[in-house]
């Protein structure tokens, strides 16, 4: 069932919105997977032919694997390519986007769920709440921003979910230097480690993901187990 909220945008009338909200009974769609992983990545394809290669592929291989995609909402560049390729392989794809942007990127209407929201602190909430795992692909400073921030809730013990950067074509070398870096000059030190997963190619993606979610599972039920004693 799609979702919306704050006011409707310009290019998405009463009608338009009930057809969202009420699909075709006859349609076969996809139920919400227990598991979603919120990919982060660029509007744009950026100059590599690569990085839309390996949106692609991740987007299949979630479906494949029967994890949800949560990602913003849009239809351009990779942000574009992953939703696609995930719709069309038969998965669940959720987009979270906020109303000022649904025609500047072009909002993709043709998602399971679709949630408008009012800004952009609304929306990244709700990313992280509708998300078990994260997923960096190439991108820009937004894509940034959404990495070093859940980065940075994971470092302060705000959460305990997977991230892992899709290095692809060495895209995120540059910044894994910088990381490097801090740590050297002790900004990064024992006890406020960044816990995340590099990979290089996006078929590593997906079972990257599977052993840190399996991980995550035992691990809290190891808790929930030491609780009752």
Known sequence: MKETRSRLPRNLDR??????????PAAVRPRRP?????VY?????????KYAEAARTLGLSLAEA????VY?????GLMGEVARATLGAG???TGIIPEFLTEREHMLKDVNDLIVTRDMHERKQLMFDHSSA???LPGGVGTLEELVEQLTWSQLGRHAKPIVVANIAGFWTPFLNLLAHMRAETFIRPGLEVRFEVVDEAAKIVPALSAALQVETHTANDAAVLAKF
Request: glycine fraction near 24%; charged fraction near 20%.
């Open 15 to 24: 009608r338009s919105l009930d057809r969202l909200s009420d699909p075709d």
């Open 72 to 76: 913003g909402g849009g239809n351009l």
């Open 41 to 49: 990545c660029g509007s744009g394809h950026g100059n590599n032919p």
């Open 134 to 136: 994260f997923v960096a």
């Open 34 to 38: 227990e598991r979603s992983v919120c």
């Open 66 to 69: 029967g994890i949800g995609l």
């Open 91 to 93: 998965g669940h794809v």
